[in-house]
């Protein structure tokens, strides 16, 4: 089964092994690299600030999914990194302005850090966008 690559110019570039979102199959499931809160010139956004961060997270995923005519109410499943949870349970106003019912499956893990000491979040979802919506999309085009 070939898997397709794409990283769009609306959101920053990676600067490692990854993609921001991977195409599996006929291109009906989009599994989205774990966002963190970067613009599009892969600066953090939000420091010291949870609210800011999980909002531009959220913002980033819109837009990486958007590039394949997916919308947040495609995703099934979230899970998120944070490095303090109590913050983060203060956040849950965000998401439910990025989300309606049914809600993604999610999960959320409280770990030491992220790979930079001003990032307190990142988020990985997976979506499927249905074929009547779908744009293929690739890096080489």
């Not at 997916?70 to 965000?94: A, C, K, P």
């Amino acid at each position: 089964m070939p898997i397709n690559s794409f990283n769009p110019d609306n959101v920053w570039k990676p600067f490692g092994a990854f993609s921001q979102a991977v195409v599996l199959g006929s291109g009906k499931i989009i599994h989205l690299k774990g966002q963190v809160p970067l613009d599009v010139e892969g600066n953090i956004v939000g420091e010291g600030n949870i609210e800011i961060q999980v909002e531009k997270v959220l913002e980033n995923i819109q837009s990486i999914l958007s590039c394949f005519g997916g919308r947040m109410e495609d995703i099934f499943s979230l899970t998120h990194y944070v490095t303090n949870i109590d913050e983060f349970m203060t956040t849950g106003h965000i998401r439910t302005e990025y989300f309606k019912s049914p809600y993604p499956v999610t999960t959320t893990i409280e770990v030491s850090r992220l790979y930079h000491p001003d990032l307190m979040v990142e988020i990985t979802s997976s979506a499927e966008i249905p074929l009547d919506r779908y744009k293929e999309r690739r890096d080489d085009e």
